[in-house]
């Protein structure tokens, strides 16, 4: 995928995390104009992505957002998709008034434990039919 294909808002997420699949699901949710289109961390294009960015191509420990080519991790990279959702959900930029390595050591406990709380599967999730669009390949 040419970086001319790559749409405006990217999600990278941890495709075998049970939290950020449920994550992924939820945003899909909250964003029925579909602003946001998703890859996984894993995938080629995700691969790819991050070694553009300077992102290690061997953690997936974090969700990575990429708006307008700018590149944002961790909770700012959280913050910034809340921004676009439907609803109260907005509200959640005022996290940004939280100091940043605040946000990103609550961001990295959560990230740290999240396969021993949520569980994970052993391959990355299929999206159905009606939402594949939105992923990235």
């Not at 790819?48 to 708006?67: A, H, Q, Y």
Request: one cysteine or more; aromatic letters at 14%.
């Amino acid at each position: 995928m040419t970086s001319e294909q790559i749409p405006n808002r990217v999600l990278l997420f941890d495709g075998v995390c049970n939290l950020c699949n449920g994550a992924v699901q939820f945003i899909i949710k909250r964003d029925p104009d579909g602003l946001i289109s998703f890859t996984s961390l894993q995938s080629e294009t995700g691969q790819s992505l991050l070694k553009k960015s300077g992102l290690p191509t061997d953690r997936f420990d974090s969700f990575v957002f990429i708006e307008d080519g700018q590149v944002y991790t961790k909770s700012t990279a959280a913050i910034k998709v809340f921004r676009h959702l439907r609803g109260p959900w907005r509200l959640f930029v005022l996290f940004f008034a939280v100091p940043k390595p605040v946000r990103d050591m609550v961001y990295s406990f959560i990230a740290k434990n999240r396969y021993k709380w949520f569980g994970k599967k052993n391959e990355c999730m299929l999206p159905s039919p009606s939402i594949k669009k939105r992923f990235l390949p």
